[in-house]
């Protein structure tokens, strides 16, 4: 198959490049497969053996992304496994991009712990959405790829082996756009678990991302939660007048209103039955 558009990303470094020992197969590249390492450097990949197209390495100091390319835009790689008598999955027209970090949070802990600098998907920096973002909008205006997904990301481990998310054989073979290694059919890897795919197509696509709509139900309980809230107010005009209330300052008071709504309904109701009783 012809190979159109540029097959280079822009200022990728090709230092670690495997496209001579593993030929591939050209292809039409429509469908942009997320990874996550499970470390914390560029990893060596057998020596290209179960690479991927791009890595994607954190330069914490310049808030920067490094990105290094192993193969050709529409040529297939090699990070995805295919099972015999299955679907395709590394020749199916798929760009896989490898991003150095974690979606594991206990992995995540362990190296907060240690003091170890790293990504972790569910929580990517600004400046890591910003330039995976610059990736995607250069893919689909030099090859086409969807700024789309239509797939939940599920917080690992619940997105490892056979979720709720995994694609199956049919929809794998009519999907077009962005999606992650927990979505490809024949693999059971959970990766990049609750990856920011919302928030990257949105600033791919010229928005602002709206962190809130990828959070997990662990960040949004913490983020409503877990800081310390002003008493509940007392009086209608009291949320008119203090400006320095929270959001989740409202949620008890909120909850208090609905008891005692109940309970008046619960009472009156008990009254209309006393009350047919003696009719």
């Keep these: 198959m012809t190979r159109t558009g540029p097959q280079k990303y822009p200022g990728a470094s090709t230092t670690y490049w495997y496209g001579g020992s593993y030929k591939g197969s050209e ?26 197209t791009l890595t994607a390495v954190p330069d914490f100091a310049r808030k920067k992304l490094v990105w290094y390319q192993h193969f050709d835009f529409d040529v297939s790689s090699r990070a995805l ?15 896989q991009v490898e991003v150095v970090g974690t979606c594991d949070p206990a992995t995540h802990a362990k190296w907060q712990k240690a003091g170890r600098q790293h990504l972790y998907m569910p929580e990517l920096p600004d400046w890591v959405v910003r330039d995976l973002a610059a990736f995607a909008k250069w893919a689909h205006e030099q090859h086409g790829v969807p700024l789309s997904s239509g797939l939940t990301f599920r917080a690992y481990p619940a997105s490892y082996g056979a979720s709720s998310v995994r694609m199956t054989g049919a929809r ?22 609750a990856f920011p795919m919302a928030a990257i197509l949105d600033a791919a696509k010229g928005g602002t991302p709206e962190k809130g709509l990828d959070m997990t139900d662990e960040q949004l309980f913490k983020a409503v ?10 009086t209608a005009s009291t949320y008119k007048t203090n400006p320095t209330w929270k959001a989740e300052s409202y949620f008890p008071h909120l909850a208090e209103q609905l008891s005692r709504l109940t309970d008046k309904v619960d009472a009156l109701t008990k009254a209309v039955a006393e009350l047919k009783k003696g009719a």
């Design 81 to 95: 496994v295919n099972k015999a008598g299955g679907v395709e999955t590394n020749t199916l027209n798929v760009c």
């Design 172 to 193: 794998w073979n009519s999907f077009k756009g962005h999606c992650g290694h927990q979505h490809v059919p024949e693999n059971d890897h959970g990766d990049p678990g």
């Design 225 to 234: 939660w877990k800081r310390d809230a002003i008493p509940a107010p007392t």
């Design 27 to 52: 292809m039409e590249t429509n469908v942009i497969v997320w990874h996550s390492t499970e470390g914390t450097a560029l990893p060596s990949y057998g020596g290209g053996a179960s690479a991927p």
